[in-house]
Structures are given as structure tokens and as C-alpha cells.
């Protein structure tokens, strides 16, 4: 079956624009998370979406934002970038449940000028 | 803030056994025990997870201690494309909406494989 799928893959935005990435989870997973890491750090949580409510959210700023759609498809918005936000954007599916894995995306690189 | 601990970096040589070890002291009865690999350039991918007994795939193998405040992911016979941060995370099968400690990875543990 297809594997969890981000697009896009790589982007270049400039200090105050706006960015959308998109995730489409594998088919029947409804728990979709975000995760940014930047070199040298691990994988900071971002938010989780399940069943288009947001669940959980990580300490970020509130330009940083999200949405789930009926469909579980995914999408996370950063406003008014900085450079700092210059990341590698990481989504992951999951089935419901502390026994069930997570299936990460490859990413989608942002390099904010 | 991360449910486990790891040690920021290991050094193995090529064709030899890897213990990583990962300490969860405040773990619950219902957590299972997750470990994931990222390897350069790529997103994390699945290795192994286990609840109370040790588990075997593929991949690797994983010894959890009797108490279960620690685990130990092995590579029995490590490669050079062993290398990478392998996280050791928490997730609760017991929450079925989501739980953001089983979404907290940390900075793993960066594993380097000598040729």
C-alpha cells in the first residue's frame, strides 16, 4: 500500500511570506502529527489531528498551524516565516492506539531566505 | 517533555553486536516500548516495539527488563546502513485519541558504525 506522502519535497520562502505543507497518511490511519527538525536537534512535536480535531499540540508559536480533513489528509500552515523556521517538516500516520506504529513521510525541506 | 532517556551517541564497529540501551523509569502498565531509526536525508522508519516480552523481527531484536524501566534495542550484526539516530519513545495502548508524550521523540541516539 502507498506510504505516507508529503508534498512538497522541497520549498525556498522568503522572511514574512506564508507556507502550506501537505500529508496524505496511509489509507485508514486517522492520527496524523507534525514534527520540525532542524540540524542538531531531534524531532520536535509540532501537533497531532485525529479525526480532524486537533489533540495535542507542542510548544510552538501560534503561527505555527494545522488542519485535518475528512479524508485524514493533513496540512500545516507557518505564517510571517522567520529564519529559524528554515526545517525539515515531517508528517506521520498512524492507526489509533499506543500499540500501533507510526509511518513517517520523507518530508518536506523549507529553507527560508 | 521525553518519557526516555538515551545516550546522545554510540560507537560500533562494522559486522559487530550493538546494545542500545534506552531507561523509561516512570513508564506505565500500559505503555508498549517504540524504537524508530532516521537515517541521513530520509525520514524516521519503524524498527521494532514491544510490551512487556522481548521481541524479535528482522531487523533487530529487543530485550526489555523484567521491570520494564529499561529496554535495550540489539543490532546483532551491524552494517555501515545501521547508521543513523535511533529514538526510543512511549506510546500508552491504552489512549486511543493520540497522547503527545507517545509523539515526543528527543534527540535519539546517534549511532556510528566503523568500517
Known amino acids: 500500500k502507498a506510504g505516507v506522502t508529503q508534498t512538497p519535497r522541497y520549498l525556498i520562502k522568503t522572511r514574512g511570506q506564508q507556507v502550506t505543507l501537505s500529508c496524505s497518511p496511509i489509507?485508514?490511519?486517522?492520527?496524523v502529527s507534525w514534527y520540525q527538525q532542524t540540524p542538531g536537534q531531534g524531532l520536535q512535536f509540532l501537533f497531532e489531528y485525529f479525526s480532524e480535531t486537533q489533540r495535542n499540540k507542542g510548544n510552538f508559536p501560534g503561527r505555527f498551524s494545522g488542519r485535518q480533513f475528512s479524508n485524514s489528509r493533513s496540512e500545516m500552515n507557518v505564517s510571517t516565516l522567520e529564519l529559524g523556521d528554515s526545517a525539515l517538516y515531517l508528517c506521520a500516520s498512524s492507526l489509533v492506539g499506543g500499540a500501533n506504529v507510526l509511518t513517517f513521510g520523507a518530508g518536506s525541506r523549507l529553507t527560508v531566505l | 517533555d521525553a518519557k526516555t532517556t538515551q545516550p546522545n551517541s554510540m560507537e560500533s564497529n562494522e559486522e559487530e553486536p550493538v546494545h542500545l540501551p534506552c531507561n523509561h523509569s516512570t513508564i506505565s502498565g500500559t505503555d508498549y516500548i517504540h524504537w524508530y531509526r532516521q537515517l541521513p536525508s530520509q525520514g524516521p522508519e519503524y524498527v521494532i516495539h514491544g510490551l512487556t516480552s522481548n521481541v524479535n523481527n528482522r531487523m533487530a531484536s529487543l530485550a526489555i527488563a523484567e521491570d520494564r524501566k529499561s529496554s535495550t534495542l540489539i543490532l546483532h550484526r551491524a552494517t555501515l546502513r545501521d547508521a543513523a539516530v535511533y529514538y526510543c519513545i512511549l506510546r500508552d495502548g491504552m489512549y486511543s485519541g493520540g497522547g503527545a508524550d507517545g509523539l515526543t521523540f528527543g534527540k535519539g541516539t546517534h549511532l556510528i558504525i566503523q568500517p
Open positions: 489509507s485508514g490511519h486517522r492520527s
